[in-house]
């Protein structure tokens, strides 16, 4: 159980307060609820660019991590589909440092011609670098437009097209930072040895005179039930042929997603689950591969991803995948192998809850899905799965008209 306790400023700024007193280091992290999602389909790649430029500087202090890193902390950030999330740690003494300088950028950046180009520059290396260079990078430039035809999960968290990013203006930018940099639009957790009291003068302190933005009333377009089957051929300069499959699936607030989890683990979790025994090890089929869920807030992605054992054909390496997809939609899961899957995910769970850091995260994300106590029901819902249920899902998801296949081969 991790206990914790929750406030908001009257600028809309969601605060939680995790008491650790194991520890002399405190976590902060500070999540935005803007990701990828939120793009202009015209305008991608937004969201990871100002991961880059919030490290830029802001009015009152030039350089972000010199006295961070000065005061002994440690920080880094992440963007995803979703979410866009900046986390710190720091000695407990330093504490009201990195209020200062996490305020100071959600408050005023400064949007500088050079910085701009900067960060635009590091963001379209990592594109050539990271997607169009590496082998097999181009996967998700290709599975996502298949998957998605409406919803803006359609494209990567690096941006559709690279002349996004290339051809951004300094408006454009500021434009994205006022309307979703806000306190409104944010949730501060801080874990460690603190107490509630010093955690809400400290905000109120540093953030409490940020002015709220805008209400975003978003109206993301829901993506249509898949009714067709979708397959795309390709050939790359890559060592091995790889198959990739993927089948809508339930938004991370639904009812059946712990249990596309748990499914995922049955078929792809460590060197005796089903996918690595029989199509790797027994049959040769795959030198590796893998089945996991995109776990996203919205309706997300059940997938298969393997790379072909060389000689193998793709229909042959297709046909076994989609046997095992049988068998876990016509036979019930064993009682020892649901348990076994429940027992990994349990221990996991609560290895995350060792880390100050770990726990700050999770905290902004559970209250983000809509309670921060979400965190404490998570081992009673995995827990709560059934063999009738994962044959269920199994059946609802594993439909052949939901699937978008990708073969992508060596030349």
């Known amino acids: 159980m991790i206990n914790f306790e929750k406030f908001t400023l009257d600028n809309g700024l969601r605060v939680i307060v995790h008491k650790d007193k194991s520890t002399q280091i405190v976590a902060m992290n500070l999540l935005y609820d803007v990701g990828a999602r939120d793009e202009d389909p015209d305008r991608t790649g937004f969201a990871h660019l100002f991961e880059h430029l919030m490290f830029g500087g802001s009015v009152n202090i030039p350089k972000y991590d010199t006295p961070l890193e000065e005061a002994g902390g440690e920080n880094n950030a ?23 300088l996490e305020s ?40 996502r437009p298949m998957a998605y035809k409406v919803h803006p999960y359609l494209w990567a968290t690096i941006g559709k097209d690279i002349s996004h990013i290339e051809k951004a203006t300094m408006q454009d930018v500021k434009d994205f930072y006022k309307k979703y940099y806000n306190p409104n639009n944010a949730i501060l957790t801080v874990a460690g040895d603190v107490s509630t009291d010093e955690i809400h003068r400290l905000s109120e302190k540093w953030f409490g005179p940020i002015e709220p933005g ?24 890559v060592p091995f042929d790889a198959l990739y499959k993927t089948y809508h699936m339930c938004a991370r607030n639904h009812d059946a997603y712990h249990t596309t989890d748990l499914i995922s683990d049955i078929l792809s979790n460590g060197d005796s689950s089903r996918l690595f025994n029989r199509l790797v090890k027994e049959k040769n089929i795959f030198s590796d591969i893998h089945a996991y869920i995109s776990g996203d807030r919205d309706e997300g992605l059940f997938v298969f991803s393997g790379k072909l054992v060389k000689g193998v054909r793709m229909e042959d390496a297709e046909k076994a995948i989609n046997t095992e997809i049988d068998i876990i939609k016509n036979d019930l899961v064993a009682q020892d192998e649901l348990e076994k899957v429940k027992n990994k995910i349990e221990s996991t769970l609560e290895f995350s809850e060792i880390s100050v850091l770990n726990k700050a995260m999770n905290l902004s994300y559970s209250e983000l899905l809509g309670d921060a106590d979400l965190i404490n029901q998570e081992k009673d819902l995995y827990a709560a799965v059934t063999r009738e249920s994962v044959r269920e899902t199994a059946n609802e998801i594993f439909r052949e008209d939901n699937s978008s296949t990708l073969y992508y081969f060596s030349n």
Do not use: C, H
Request: overall charge negative; proline content about 5%; cysteine-free.
């Open 104 to 143: 100071d950028r959600m408050l005023d950046l400064a949007f500088s011609a050079k910085s701009l180009e900067v960060q635009r520059n590091v963001v379209i290396e990592e594109f050539k670098q990271s997607y169009l260079n590496q082998p097999y990078g181009d996967v998700w430039l290709l599975l």
């Open 214 to 237: 805008m209400i975003l009333n978003r109206n993301l377009p829901k993506e249509p039930r898949q009714t067709e089957v979708r397959s795309l051929k390709v050939e790359r300069d």
């Open 78 to 100: 992440f963007t995803n589909n979703d979410i866009t999330n900046y986390y710190l740690t720091i000695p407990r003494q330093n504490l009201e440092l990195a209020f200062w």
